[in-house]
């Protein structure tokens, strides 16, 4: 997979320091520019065509929805995560509409960061080693729930779960992990479509809830790793 090419545009310089932290600290990921002003975004974005930016609503010299609006006019191949204070539904509504892959409330969490660039990640590595679609594979690719129920059931189930844990990937983990074998987080990560942060967290988790046993594994090279099994 080859790197990620990556804007920043976001008007609040210390957030978009943060921002570059979190960042730089991703693999296959190379920040290409940071914009504090929508003027800037555009001329960067025609300029350096990044795969992915990560972009603010809210801007000086007007919203990041409309630089949004122009990408997809242009059938401009940068996808956008969005990362806004806004915690309106009708911005929501327009960010969806516009095809952000991703929506992200700030304080920006750097697992939530990670968790959306390796997702995005993988749905490219996906893509590309695809000829044609069946819909299994369509799928895969834009997944959904079944039904409204299960939609409530899972919400309901993460008003009881602990911050940073999210009924849905629990079950996509729980999944992974049922045949038995022995799993580590970066093979756990890889699955599911995450980093292995994000799994090892959920793995851990399931340690400690009585759902899955650890033990720690040597490889090749001696370096240790816990190996997880449901018990």
């Not at 930016?53 to 990408?71: A, T």
Request: hydrophobic content about 40%; charged content about 30%.
């Amino acid at each position: 997979m080859s790197t990620i090419r990556l804007l920043i545009a976001e008007d609040d310089r210390q957030i978009a320091e943060i921002q570059r932290r979190f960042v730089e600290r991703l693999e296959y990921v190379e920040l290409c520019g940071i914009a504090h002003t929508l003027a800037d975004a555009r001329d960067l974005v025609d300029v350096m065509k990044p795969d992915l930016i990560l972009l603010d609503v809210f801007f000086p010299d007007g919203s990041g929805l409309e630089l949004l609006r122009e990408l997809r006019a242009q059938d401009s191949r940068s996808d956008v995560i969005l990362i806004t204070a806004a915690k309106e539904v009708d911005t929501l509504r327009s960010a969806l509409r516009g095809g952000v892959c991703d929506y992200i409330l700030k304080p920006l969490v750097f697992e939530r960061l990670e968790e959306a660039i390796y997702r995005f990640r993988n749905r490219l590595e996906h893509l590309s080693g695809l000829n044609q679609l069946a819909q299994n594979e369509v799928d895969a690719l834009i997944p959904r729930h079944s039904d409204e129920s299960a939609y409530e059931s899972n919400q309901a189930t993460n008003s009881r779960l602990p911050k940073g844990i999210d009924a849905l990937t629990l079950d996509k983990i729980h999944a992974v992990v049922a045949n038995g074998e022995h799993w580590s987080a970066e093979e756990v990560g890889s699955a599911i479509g995450a980093s292995r942060t994000t799994a090892r967290r959920y793995l851990e988790y399931m340690v400690g809830s009585g759902k899955l046993s650890a033990e720690v594994a040597y490889g090749s090279v001696g370096r240790p790793e816990r190996r997880y099994q449901v018990i």
